[in-house]
């Protein structure tokens, strides 16, 4: 007997398209959810290159971006300040020595101009193909050739030690409660950002101001880098300087008086 008489023995002619097939199903799922995420993708770029657009990518953009609006923010603020202070002083039954006394105080606490005979410390980093230069010395590390937080309040206390009547870095007077902070190679101050080179100028005697920078330990240890990598260092005089004075907040949050 022929098997091709029994039923049971032919191939299911019909079962390809009679029957279920989830796997074809499952592949135009995803062929279809592809297409869907490419038009969303070519939707939202709008002839943009989302992957490399440095405004999504890179924090330092919105730093910048903050360090701009804090300076309009300072600069309002110094302007109001301006105004309050006048209309209080219009009318406001003070004595002259009383007046003498708060000219003083804004004088010592940095938040008044200040003009005097002055100099000026400049430190910069070093170029990025600096090699070494003396003999003894190691290759230079990535961080030998940066400038570092502790080389700007080196420079900054040495000139408070050689008695600097005011201080400013960069464009910024400094105060009491002035904090000199670096993050990777930028420098943070009073919610500011500033890149290399730094620029510190110090009103007083010019001749202590550059003795005290010449005999601090920590920047006689900030020159050999000077020397062996080439880190960049600049002392001038600057003739008469007038420093602006302090225009950010100055209330003190933690801060308590002595009894």
Not at 47 to 58: C, E, Y
Not at 74 to 97: C, F, H, I, P, Y
Not at 110 to 139: C, F, M, N, Q
Not at 149 to 163: E, K, P, R
């Amino acid at each position: 007997m022929s098997n091709s008489a029994d039923p049971r023995n032919r191939p299911d002619q019909g079962g390809a398209h009679g029957r279920f097939r989830p796997v074809r199903v499952l592949t135009v799922g995803v062929f279809a959810l592809a297409g869907l995420i490419f038009f969303t993708s070519f939707n939202t770029a709008k002839g943009t290159n989302i992957r490399t657009d440095a405004s999504l990518l890179k924090l330092s953009d919105l730093i910048q971006e903050r360090s701009h609006k804090n300076q309009e923010l300072e600069a309002a603020n110094s302007g109001t300040r301006g105004d309050v202070e006048r209309l209080a002083r219009r009318d406001d039954g003070s004595t002259k020595a009383e007046d003498e006394k708060l000219d003083r105080l804004q004088t010592a606490s940095g938040t008044k101009k200040l003009t005097g005979e002055a100099i000026s410390v400049t430190l910069d980093d070093a170029p990025p193909d600096a090699t070494v230069r003396l003999p003894g010395y190691p290759d230079p590390q990535p961080d030998d050739l940066v400038i570092h937080q502790q080389d700007l309040q080196a420079v900054v206390n040495a000139l408070w030690h050689g008695g600097a009547k005011g201080i400013k870095v960069m464009d910024q007077r400094l105060i009491g409660t002035s904090a000199v902070r670096c993050v990777g190679n930028t420098l943070i101050l009073q919610g500011r950002v500033y890149s290399p080179p730094y620029k510190i100028t110090a009103v007083g005697d010019p001749e202590k101001l550059k003795a005290a920078v010449a005999a601090s330990p920590e920047i006689q240890t900030y020159m050999l880098y000077v020397n062996a990598y080439g880190l960049g260092w600049k002392v001038e005089d600057d003739g008469a300087v007038t420093l602006p004075g302090y225009s950010g907040t100055v209330d003190l949050h933690y801060a308590k008086p002595v009894d």
